[in-house]
């Protein structure tokens, strides 16, 4: 039996971020309509946490397909030869179990993540926000610029981050890369004031964005934080946004930008209005007025990976990409 190996170019080919938004709201509908077999990540850290190990499989009933993303999550490779998360999506069919395809996760975690940020941004940003802050200048930073350029008018981009070389390094790229000017900002609030999109793409472990910084009407995505001992948010922001999740069981139990501010007694379950597959389905509402703060709280799912990986599975039969390898699993056709 054979079974498809898809690099990490090939992603990129077979994935264009405006293909990948529509993929992930398609996906983020299934979950909300109980399409979907998602059990929590089980996360095993190294010593002193200086890395881990991310374990998310999932399964799409209509879709017929099981998969597997295992991912290693090392933050200190920012600045290297490596990606901060490297590893693999395996995807299986559901009549007999059979493997089909093992998919890079590196770039599909680059682009599922900002896709997912554009459909909440799509469903919950004011229609004419086009003053664009990026906290962060790492690979969920550069994806995160293209969904947001895909969704909405973006006249204005500015970018922020911890090492500002980073930040100027960013800036010059992504200014080549598309046909706008991205702005350096010396700071954090100085990157976040009057923006009406904000990303926080930062695996900072205390908040970065405070409540008083942020402008009536904006949307915020915020992504970097996964874990619940680490937070971008602090508390007033938390509390002073309309929140919505892309899943509500893994943000009790995940979201340190969540699970702060409900240890302190500033928040309690209800405060989250809903999850991003509900928003789609119409069983919720989004935003209340051109005024309110919308927040998404991102946090990854393995249903998006497994989506993502199964179109990507499907594109590389269709247009005969990939490499395909002989695994194993025939042991009793090859006996007989
Ligand atoms: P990268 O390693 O490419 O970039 C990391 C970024 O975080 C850099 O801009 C770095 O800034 C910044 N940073 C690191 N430590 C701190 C700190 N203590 N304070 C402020 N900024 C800091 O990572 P990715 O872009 O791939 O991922 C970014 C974050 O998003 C990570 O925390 C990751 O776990 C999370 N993530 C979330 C996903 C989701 O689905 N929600 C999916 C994938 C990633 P500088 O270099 O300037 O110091």
Redesign the pocket.
Known sequence: MEILIINQAEVIDLLPMTECIEVMADALKRLAEGDVILPLRPVMWLPEKVGALGMMPGYIGSQSVMGLKVVS?F?G???TEY???MGAVMLFETQHGRPLAIVDASEI??LR?AA?SAVATRLLARPEASDLCIL??????RSHLTAMLAVRPIKRVRVW???HA??TQFATDESARHTIHVEVSESAHAAIEGADLICT?????EP?VHGDWITDGAHINA????VPFTRELDTATVVKARLFVDRRESTLSEAGDFLFPQREGAISENHIRGEIGELLLGKVTGRGSSTEITLFK???LAVEDIAAAYHIYNRAVAEKRGTWVELGGNRHANTR
Do not use: F
Request: hydrophobic share 35%.
């Open positions: 999550v933050p490779n920012h600045g990606d901060s998360h975690t680059a993540t997912v962060g200048a790492g690979v969920q930073a981050s911890r090492n980073h930040a793409t930062t695996a900072a472990a970065i992504v970097g934080s996964s991102s946090l990854g």
